[in-house]
């Protein structure tokens, strides 16, 4: 039975958003109801934040109608947007830090005495008595915003943004550098407003939490919207389906041939590993030949793993061990030299240098290993580059044919060259065959598993096509909510069964 308008605080209708050359948003519509927490849900690039922005008057809407307490409005700044009654905290709290709580609540707003002076005392009591009234908390307000954690810093956001009296309050993965106490003090809090009438998007890849916290969820995917859901009636295993756009059958298996065999030597290995933020307390182990899946939504911590075992992100707590030692990683060259090897997933902005030759794209890595002082010879480099070049076939006029000026999927296998060309013990592919042709994400699928069948090579692959993992894998970990949460292995390597386990609902055999 459909709602009546009354029954919601925000309608947006028909929301088109578009940039040149890409439509972000293609008709899509969201329905807030008054006093309710509803969840904006999609993978990353599908719209959720584009959407918010439009809704805050950051982006301006293409087409599309939004009405908002029964009144059509066209929110012009994200000012604007905020004295209609529509807040936001993001993640990254966007406060002042240098200066006090009572400050950072009351900014532009500050209570004036005579001839139009800032009331100090009155501005602090003011903000005292919030915080507590509201919130509970009770903190010197005249301390500087960033002498407190971004826990209490985004409990002062929120609390600025209930005293500009916001009948809509957005939560942009706010619980994304909090523990579990305070997450669910935020949840608590959370409750007392929707309470008082205040309507909450909450935005987060956290499923657990999302069903812990939530009325309602919106689903987008690819800038579309797919639908509206009562949470009792959507288990997980749905959700992810409508998310990532695959349907799922109970029992489903799918061939699991072509695996290439693991090895017993443990090449690398980590021990509750933490990134704060990014990785939660991991633990697992890559063995020699064999090729190795992180599978998780976008958003889900796969690339942050990634990053973490090349060094590009550091751990603040654990330990790793290569071959059995503990090595110390202080940036990625050090695990370059550990002869380890990372193709990252956007390879237009962090792999090729457009402007440069295949060759020089192919050379850079081991040059930069080798150091400044160790010029590689004009033809060693030629070598290498045809080498690759035959080994990969790469379709290329001739060696220095500008990178930029090939196909995607050739791109993509020079980026492979190039760190192929470094010798490592361990490859990791993070989505290397999006964007591509068939034929050559089937030639990078066959790569990954020859080099760990014939070179004894440890290979990662990273891939939102589960089809792909499938294929490909010998060994699966399952990532969600910046963690790993089970491992599949041999038989058990299925898509049904890897979107069972990204929703909770499948835990796989000790591997």
Known sequence: MALQNDEYILQMKHI????????????????????????????????????????????????GQIIFDGKEITPTTPLASQQMGISTVYQEVNLCANLSVAENIYIGREPRGSFGRI??????????????RELGIDIDVTKELNFYPVAMQQMIAIARAIDTKCKVLILDEPTSSLSDKETERLFKIMRALKEQGISIIFISHFLEQIYTICDRITVLRDGTYIGEYEIENLPKIELISKMMGKEIKEGEIESNVDKSKPRTNIFIETEHVTVPGKVKALSMDIKEGEVVGFAGLLGSGRSEIAETLFGTLLKTNGNIYIDGTSVSVKSPMDMMKKRIAFCPEDRKVQGIIGDLSVRENIILALQAKNGMFRHMSRSRQNKLADYYIKLLRIKVSDREQLIKN????????????????TEPNLLILDEPTRGIDVGTKTEIESLAVSLAKEKGMSVVFISGEMGEMVRTCSRVMVIRDHEKVT???????STAHIMQAIAGDYHGKSC
């Not at 008054?34 to 805050?56: D, F, P, Q, R, W």
């Not at 100090?120 to 009591?125: E, L, R, S």
């Not at 090939?406 to 060309?421: D, F, P, T």
């Not at 491992?487 to 390597?493: F, H, Q, V």
Request: with cysteine.
């Open 406 to 421: 090939l196909s995607g999927g050739n791109q993509q296998k020079v980026i492979i060259a190039r760190w192929l060309a």
């Open 119 to 132: 009331d100090w005392a009155t501005m602090q009591k003011n903000a005292s008595d919030l915080l507590f």
């Open 487 to 493: 491992e599949l292995c041999d038989d058990e390597i």
């Open 16 to 63: 088109d958003m578009f940039f040149p050359g890409v439509k972000a948003l293609k008709d899509v519509e969201f329905n807030l109801k008054k006093g309710e927490i509803i969840s904006l849900m999609g993978e990353n690039g599908a719209g959720k934040s584009t959407l918010v922005k439009v809704l805050t008057g950051v982006y301006h809407k293409t087409n």
